[in-house]
């Protein structure tokens, strides 16, 4: 028997009972990555795309590439924007709409899925901060976050940390392992030295 799975199918993202405290669920949204697929989404209208694949190839890409600009990224051969490209060009997750007029994508490496990047949004398409969850002592996870301003962190650190944790999460009870939390978060402010 199979079972087409369109879209429409999937919640337009509202699975999270509470951004803090109780974790970010997953819904993984299947389909091909067009420009038909992504009709009617547009990165300066987050609420216009349902799944980070929609957003990225409407715009956001762009957009994730000027917000970082020239920063460093979580090694010593990449960039910051060349990292979010990466691991937000695997499996896609549909929106999340937080409180406060903000919308979270987020996706996983293609073909390494335990590196993870999320993007937080304003309602008006200006990008407030990202994550990337990676392994640089694996299986030690590592979030860096990029924010702009040290005025961000208090509303982005703990929206990208429980994302992350939430990952890491379903990541081990799927290999059936013991739940810890991620090894440590790095905040990177943009511009500032590090």
């Known amino acids: 028997m199979t079972t087409n799975i369109t879209i429409a199918d999937f919640p337009t993202g509202r699975f999270v009972r509470s951004v803090l405290g109780a974790g970010l669920g997953t819904v993984l949204a299947l389909g091909p990555c067009s420009p038909a697929w992504s009709q009617g989404c547009a990165a300066q209208s987050p609420a216009s795309c349902q799944t980070t694949n929609q957003y990225v190839n409407s715009g956001g890409y762009e957009k994730i590439r000027t917000f ?3 920063e460093p990224g979580v090694s010593a051969k990449s960039t910051a924007s060349q990292d979010m490209e990466r691991v937000l060009d695997g499996p896609s997750l549909a929106r999340v709409d937080l409180p406060g007029d903000l919308y979270l994508f987020s996706a996983c490496q293609a ?27 694996y299986p030690s996870a590592v979030l ?50 590090r």
């Open 111 to 137: 073909h390494n899925c335990d590196d993870k990047g999320a993007v937080v949004v304003r309602h008006d398409g200006a990008i407030i901060g990202t994550g990337i969850l990676h392994y640089p002592n």
């Open 144 to 193: 860096t976050l990029f924010i702009r301003t040290a005025t961000d962190r208090p509303s982005m650190e703990p929206i990208l940390t429980d994302w992350a944790q939430s990952q890491f999460d379903a990541m081990h009870a799927l290999e059936n392992q013991e739940k810890q939390p991620i090894s440590g978060v790095e905040v990177r402010i943009l511009g500032l030295p």
């Open 68 to 70: 970082l600009g020239g």
